[in-house]
Structure formats: structure tokens, C-alpha cells
T-cell receptor
């Protein structure tokens, strides 16, 4: 079945460590996105990519980095520079060109990061 | 300024009754889309319904309908015949710039709906 796979589902990290969250999609979507969600709040955009080898900062990119070397993969690295990294991270994708419909985002199941 | 405002942090509804979740938005772009998503306690985001800024009719999807009032910049979600499984967080979101708009969706802060038996 087509979908978006995020791993790991739960991750614990010590302060000062970098951690990479994986996001893989087999929907053949062009655009991919990373959002952060804090308890009781909405989603805030970290980074997005509309094409391979290109990505753009979102609203809260500081302390995060991404890469887009393959169409199906968009990993997010939470660096030690991110001051408050404990959060729920959601990856999403959508098709941009040549598709009917509203172009809604399809989401993975999320990764919950806790910094100890 | 907030682009998407959801003023109801929490709502209660009796099973089988209808409920309206409020959403107002702010944009100067003539071409935009409005989305509603449901987030159960498990965390995944489930797409419910979409309304384009040029759509003449209010969107409907099964028990979900969108009350789109363009002049008031509101896009309220109506859930008819509530079920216990409707208990979840509900997010309103907007994409500016039309279908191929560069930006991702901007989300509101959400409304937690609890359906009571």
C-alpha cells in the first residue's frame, strides 16, 4: 500500500546530541514537508521541499537541517542547536503537478522525540 | 497576525447531534484553499474536507460539510450525527496561492471535540 513511513516512532535523546528522523514515501509525490507539534497546539512548518536537491526553510527552521537526495526520502536532523526539541514531528507529502483534487497533504504517523 | 484562528479550544457534543467547529482565516491572496484535518489520540492526521476559494458550493463529504462564508473569511466545519469515534482534535488549515502554491499548509491551533454518549 502507498503511504508515508516515519521512523522511529519514539526516540529519546540526551541533550547535546543530534538525532535524525526518517521519512519515506512511496506515493510518487513531488513535495515533502516537516512539521512540529507541541502539546495542545497546531502544526508549525520546519522545512519543505518541492523537488529533489532543493528545500526551503519554514517558520521554525532554526536548529534543524534536512536533505532531499531522493524523491522518496526527506530526513530531518534535530541538531544540538535546537533549544527545545521535545515535540511530536510529522512528515507529509503531496503531489504538485498533473494530479486532480485539492492537493491535500498526506501525513505519516509521526515521531515523538523526548530530550532527557 | 494569525492566518488561521480556531477560537474553541474544546467542544462537547452529545452522540447523534450536530456540532459546528469554527475557523476564521486571513489572507489577501484571491486564490487559496481551506482544509480540515482530524487528529485522533494516536497522532496521525486524517484529511476530511476541502474548499477552494473559487468554489461556488459549500463542500460536503459524508457527515462533514464546510460552511464557507467568503466575505466573513470563515470556514466552519459541521459534523452531523456525531459518533463516539469523532472524538479527536480538529485542525483548520489554509494554503495560499492556489493548487500549485509554493507554501505548505498553515494550521490553526485546533479544537478538541469530545462526543458524549
Amino acid at each position: 500500500d502507498g503511504g508515508i513511513t516515519q521512523s522511529p516512532k519514539y526516540l529519546f535523546r540526551k541533550e547535546g546530541q543530534n538525532v535524525t528522523l526518517s521519512c519515506e514515501q512511496n506515493l510518487n509525490h513531488d513535495a515533502m514537508y516537516w512539521y512540529r507539534q507541541d502539546p495542545g497546539q497546531g502544526l508549525r512548518l520546519i522545512y519543505y521541499s518541492q523537488i529533489v536537491n532543493d528545500f526551503q526553510k519554514g517558520d521554525i527552521a532554526e536548529g534543524y537541517s534536512v536533505s532531499r537526495e531522493k524523491k522518496e526520502s526527506f530526513p530531518l536532523t534535530v541538531t544540538s542547536a535546537q533549544k527545545n526539541p521535545t515535540a511530536f514531528y510529522l512528515c507529509a507529502s503531496r503531489s504538485i503537478l498533473g494530479q486532480a483534487g485539492p492537493g491535500e497533504l498526506f501525513f505519516g504517523e509521526g515521531s515523538r522525540l523526548t530530550v532527557l | 497576525a494569525q492566518k488561521i484562528t480556531q477560537t474553541q479550544p474544546g467542544m462537547f457534543v452529545q452522540e447523534k447531534e450536530a456540532v459546528t467547529l469554527d475557523c476564521t482565516y486571513d489572507t489577501s491572496d484571491p486564490s487559496y484553499g481551506l482544509f480540515w484535518y482530524k487528529q485522533p489520540s494516536s497522532g496521525e492526521m486524517i484529511f476530511l474536507i476541502y474548499q477552494g476559494s473559487y468554489d461556488q458550493q459549500n463542500a460536503t463529504e459524508g457527515r462533514y460539510s464546510l460552511n464557507f462564508q467568503k466575505a466573513r473569511k470563515s470556514a466552519n466545519l459541521v459534523i452531523s450525527a456525531s459518533q463516539l469515534g469523532d472524538s479527536a482534535m480538529y485542525f483548520c488549515a489554509m494554503r495560499e496561492g492556489g493548487y500549485t502554491g509554493r507554501r505548505a499548509l498553515t494550521f490553526g491551533s485546533g479544537t478538541r471535540l469530545q462526543v458524549q454518549p
